[in-house]
């Protein structure tokens, strides 16, 4: 390594920047991906439905990338790479800042940037709240010492990019105590408070997320927190093996109990040294959130909550490579086929994630009844307009589901599939049953209301359409359709007032003012007509529709 002594700094962060950027090339092609449509603004699918969002940060690089990249998913991965690449430098100087040694830092940074359990976080955009929080973990760390009160507002940031950034305290604390001569503890003061309140805030979050009662019992749930524990420490150590979705692992496993163990005696070896002490520790530390102490109902597992976890395991693998390994060629070939075999990994997995029916059959061979696997191979089917592939995987989603509800968007979008096959009937009563076990679905009763409409059923649709008005206010498709509703069923005035609404929400709403329009002309309202109109043109000047109105009003 001694070569890497002699190269400048600057040099190894460009090196490590283009590395981290380069590698993920293939992640630019990537469409948008399952949860994207639910994290994302400018693409959930109906808007105005409100989300609850606890991480602003993403939020905030979300409507970033809407102003530049209007909708295009190349231009959201792009800031996630860039991202990813900015984090890969900071990972250096995160490891400078402990090692002081160039040589050893850039080879763990190297490693990094490069593992393949990464490929979840970079390339799926909603995960970027993991890059992210890595990004304000470190700079809060670097800038403790020279700048308290900037380091303090990045860790803030960071416990608003991700809720178990709350360790970060911690960390620092177990720093001071292996590291600092003079044991300054009371720096750590005000990161403790904003961890507090984060903490606070995420347990009630997380009532949101985690699932009462989903493990059956103590036993059964110590368990699952080993399994998960040994299944991070197993794709950190051999990221072969990669899905999209894994199953939670409940029943006992010696292995992963062999494997817990192991980290916790490492950790408390009497003669250690305390970098390798330091990194055992944030290893063990920052799985343990992700570990389902608390059942993550959701998602119990996923790959890509390891990207901080996999900074302590890289470093700790080049520790013991350099002190296992005496010999320099061979403690080089070790280091170059480790780095080979993570750039040929993570390429191939990055060209995998530009084809989500192939992630998404990955995992169906390994969990052929999971309905959640059934239901997204149906919802990709869905979106490509292939609706006999998808109607089959939302029909073998419903059958192995074993959901309270029914699996209720699989028979959603089924139901969706059956209007456009016109087939109104069934369509009803599949979303006549969802709405039974959720009733103020917005979606569900917009539907119903569309059904309705189809049905010539004006009053139901009515009904429908006004429970959803007041759920979802923003939704602007709603306000059309209740006015059609109105105006079937001759309550002109109504349907007026309805799309005025929708006027006073969205003032260039074209079809609502050529809708009003026509409203006000077919009820006699000529000179009302015609105002609505000059307030069209001068939105719109040149449109040729509202042209010709104002000249048939004139008249």
């Not at 949101?208 to 420490?233: K, W």
Request: overall charge positive.
């Amino acid at each position: 390594m001694e070569g890497l002594l002699k190269i400048n700094r600057s040099v190894l962060l460009l090196i490590l920047f283009l590395v981290g950027f380069i590698i993920y090339v293939p992640a630019l092609k990537a469409p948008f991906f399952w949860d994207d449509y639910v994290s994302i603004p400018e693409i959930q699918p109906y808007q105005g439905i409100e989300h609850t969002e606890s991480r602003p940060t993403r939020v905030f690089s979300f409507y970033v990338d809407s102003f530049l990249w209007k909708g295009n998913p190349a231009g959201y991965h792009f800031t996630s790479v860039l991202l990813n690449a900015i984090a890969g430098c900071l990972v250096f100087l995160f490891m400078f800042e402990i090692l002081k040694d160039k040589a050893v830092s850039f080879i763990i940074s190297l490693m990094f940037v490069l593992h393949p359990i990464h490929t979840e976080a970079v390339i799926w955009i909603k995960n970027r709240t993991e890059i992210l929080f890595l990004i304000f973990f470190i700079l809060s760390f670097l800038l403790r010492k020279k700048h308290l009160l900037i380091s303090v507002a990045m860790f803030i940031l960071c416990t608003l990019s991700k809720e178990t950034s709350v360790i970060f305290p911690i960390i620092l604390t177990l720093y001071i105590y292996l590291f600092d001569k003079e044991k300054k503890y009371t720096c750590t003061i005000p990161f403790y408070i904003v961890a507090f309140i984060r903490g606070a805030h995420g347990l009630i979050y997380t009532q949101e997320i985690v699932g009462a009662g989903s493990v059956a019992n103590l036993s059964t749930h110590i368990s699952l927190v080993l399994n998960t524990y040994g299944f991070y420490l197993e794709k950190l150590l051999y990221p072969v093996k990669l899905l999209v979705d894994w199953q939670p692992r409940v029943n006992f496993s010696f292995i992963s109990l062999l494997m817990v163990l192991s980290l916790i005696g490492l950790m408390f070896l009497p003669k250690i040294d305390k970098k390798i002490r330091f990194f055992l520790m944030l290893l063990f530390i920052s799985i343990l959130p992700y570990s389902n102490i608390i059942f993550i109902a959701g998602r119990p597992l996923g790959e890509q909550r390891m990207f901080l976890p996999s900074l302590a395991f890289v470093a700790l693998v080049v520790f013991l490579i350099n002190s296992a390994v005496k010999g320099k060629v061979v403690k080089y070939s070790i280091f170059s086929i480790l780095i080979l075999f993570y750039i040929g990994k993570t390429h191939l997995r990055a060209r995998e994630w530009q084809n989500p029916v192939l992630l998404w059959k990955q995992a169906e061979k390994f969990y052929p009844r999971s309905p959640r696997i059934k239901h997204n191979l149906g919802s990709i089917y869905y979106e490509r307009g292939d609706y006999p592939q998808a109607k089959m995987y939302y029909l073998q989603a419903l059958g192995t589901s074993v959901d309270t509800y029914g699996y209720h968007l699989s028979s959603h979008n089924l139901a969706l599939i059956y209007m456009k096959e016109n087939d109104l009937k069934k369509t009803e009563n599949i979303l006549k049953g969802i709405l039974r076990a959720k009733p103020e679905d917005g979606m569900v009763l917009y539907n119903l209301g569309l059904v309705a409409i189809k049905m010539n059923k004006y009053d139901d649709a009515i009904l429908y359409l006004e429970r959803v008005k007041k759920l979802l206010p923003k939704a602007i498709q709603i306000y059309n359709n209740l006015a059609v509703s109105y105006m079937r069923t001759g309550k002109s005035n109504k349907a007026a007032k309805v799309l005025k609404e929708a006027i006073a929400i969205n003032p260039k709403y074209l079809n609502g003012m050529y809708n009003l329009i026509v409203i006000y002309k077919k009820s006699g309202r000529k000179q009302e007509a015609l105002n609505e109109t000059e307030k069209a043109l001068k939105i719109f000047p040149n449109n040729p529709v509202f042209l010709k109105l104002y000249q048939e009003l004139k008249v």
